[in-house]
Structure formats: structure tokens, C-alpha cells
């Protein structure tokens, strides 16, 4: 108490001192919390660290990876600011989202193209039909469709090894989706794995393996492994490329990636900054990235988007058709 007495006409500056200590670890404090696809997180990784650079650290941006689903599952509960996505947002999702009052803006960042690959010692497979997909990725396939012979006779009478990303990946989602006509339906004796590189590991080491991951992981591992050319039903086998991709030739595996922003999270200075920063900067982040940028026409749309927000999705809870996406990107959104 003798101190408190001592020194009690030091006190109101003490705390005016401390107030402004506190108010400036509260203010520093801020976050931008993200979370969703590992297929988009690398392009909001590097976003994050380039605006984080510019701003001196301020605000935080904590980044997760728990696949879109789990992504979607947090952001619909509030718990995450930004959804890193890989495919647009479901109807379950967007059912969630409303119970829970959350508004949404969905904005389209790169495009994406799932890649089919082979190991370099396979000659026969160098291109394929996504009917010969279908067939093998199949669940009913399961113990039918075992060898390459299988799938065409003149093939090796080889056991295929399959690799694919995890069950809970929109990577995998979209791919049974679009080629075997429903998600989660994928035949069992293969190897399912979260981690690109065990999916990489398996196909590198094996010529009798078949795998498919997102565009930009091949990229970087282009020397081991052989891109598979697919022939959509049009008579004509593409591989991924800028070119194919945005002009529809590579389909159905192209898709478009997206961040989902929460309307709450759009009211906070620094929320928008980040945001308009993305913008800005994601044409040329995607393509030193691997990704394919969208054209520039439509990341000044998605600025314009962004001063007058309009909530919801422009696909109505729909998988990605392989529509252009200047063509859906024109229809109003709804939530």
C-alpha cells in the first residue's frame, strides 16, 4: 500500500500508458483467418506473405488446410474469415451457411486443371478416353477392371496401381464427379492418400500406376511423371495446357478456383485491403504459380464485385459444368 501511496500522482499516467499499450496489442491482434482447399492454398499463401511484407505483419493471417469440405464446414459456422475453394460452393453448404446467417462473396481467383498421370516408362497410355477413365475408377469396376488389358486388349496384361487424393479432397470430388457421375464413389483397392507426395512417390516408382492430382503439383514434378492426353468424346486428346484450358478443350478436368469472404469480414479496413491486394496481384501470381490465370477482364470484375459486393454464388449449389466461365460469371449470383 506504501507504494500505491508513493507514487499514486504517477498513476493516471500509468494508465493512459497502459490503455494505449493495450489498445495497441489489441489493434495488432488482428486476424484474417483462412481456411479450405491445399489446391488453392499455395495462391493465398503467396498473397498472404506479399501483402503481409507490405503491411509489416499487420494483420496476422492464419492459414489452414482442411480440404474445401472442411473449410466450407468452418467458414459456414464463422469460424474461418476466408474459404479457400476448388470447386463452387454445394447446396448443403450454402443451406448451412443460411441457418447460421452467414452471407457470402464468391470470388473466382485461377483455374485449375486436374491432371491425369502415368509413370514415363509407360508408352501405351499416353492418352486416354474419360470413358476409359470412368470404367477404371468405377466402384463397380472393382475386381473387373484390374489390368491395363482390361481396359484396352492390345494394353499390357499388368495389374494397374491406382493413386488418387483423399475421399474428403474436392480434387477427388470433382474428378469422380465429372467422370464417373457421382462423388465419393470411387472403388476401394487403391491407394487414397491427403499427400500429393506419396501420390507422386507411388507413380514415380511404379510403371503400372495411374494418379491424378492438381495441375500446378505436376508442374513441379514434370520430370517424373507423364501427363496423360484426354479425349473428352470430341475425337480430340489434350493435355492440360493454358491454351486448352481456357478455351474449354481440356474437359471436363478444368475447373475454376475460388476464396469465398464472409459479408461480416468485409466490413473490417484491412479484410478489403487484402482482398483487393489478391485481385490485383493473382493473374501473375497464378502463372509464376503454375496455375492458369483467369482472363483480365474478369479479376477487374471481381474488383468491381468487391466495391459493391453481391452475395451468393453464381452457380446455384452445381458442380462446375465446363461452361465458359466469362459466360457464367455474367449471371447474377444467389444465395
Known sequence: MLAIR????????????????????????????????????????????????????????????????GGFRLFCRGLADIAN?????????MTACAKAGIRYLELPVAFDAITVVINPRNTWARSMTVAELSRIWDQESEGLVTRWSDVR????????????????????????????????S?????????????LLQGVARDTHALGFFGYPYYLNNADKLTAVAIDCGCGEAVRPSSE???????????????????????????????????????????????????????YRQALERLGKPQFGTVFDGKTWTGLHIEEVLSHAPKE
Open 85 to 93: 475453394a476448388s470447386r463452387p460452393i454445394n447446396k448443403e453448404e
Open 153 to 184: 486388349p492390345e494394353w499390357p496384361n499388368e495389374k494397374i496401381n491406382l493413386f488418387m487424393p483423399g475421399l474428403n479432397s474436392a480434387t477427388s470430388e470433382y474428378f469422380l464427379q465429372v467422370i464417373v457421375g457421382k462423388t465419393k
Open 6 to 69: 508513493v507514487h499514486s500522482r504517477y498513476s493516471l499516467a500509468l494508465l493512459t500508458f497502459l490503455l494505449f499499450v493495450l489498445t495497441q496489442v489489441g489493434a495488432q491482434a488482428e486476424s484474417i483467418r483462412i481456411d479450405g482447399s491445399s489446391t488453392v492454398y499455395p495462391l493465398t499463401e503467396s498473397m498472404a506473405e506479399e501483402f503481409g511484407r507490405a503491411r509489416n505483419g499487420d494483420p496476422r493471417i492464419l492459414l489452414g488446410i482442411s480440404g474445401t469440405t
Open 244 to 298: 486448352t484450358v481456357l478455351a474449354g478443350r481440356y474437359f471436363p478436368l478444368s475447373r475454376p478456383l475460388f476464396i469465398y469472404v464472409r459479408e461480416s469480414a468485409l466490413k473490417r479496413p484491412a479484410m478489403r485491403e487484402f482482398l483487393e491486394f489478391y485481385l490485383r496481384n493473382a493473374e501473375q501470381g497464378a502463372r509464376e504459380m503454375g496455375y492458369f490465370p483467369l482472363p483480365t477482364k474478369l
Open 186 to 198: 470411387s472403388r476401394r483397392d487403391l491407394t487414397c492418400s491427403e499427400n500429393d507426395n506419396i
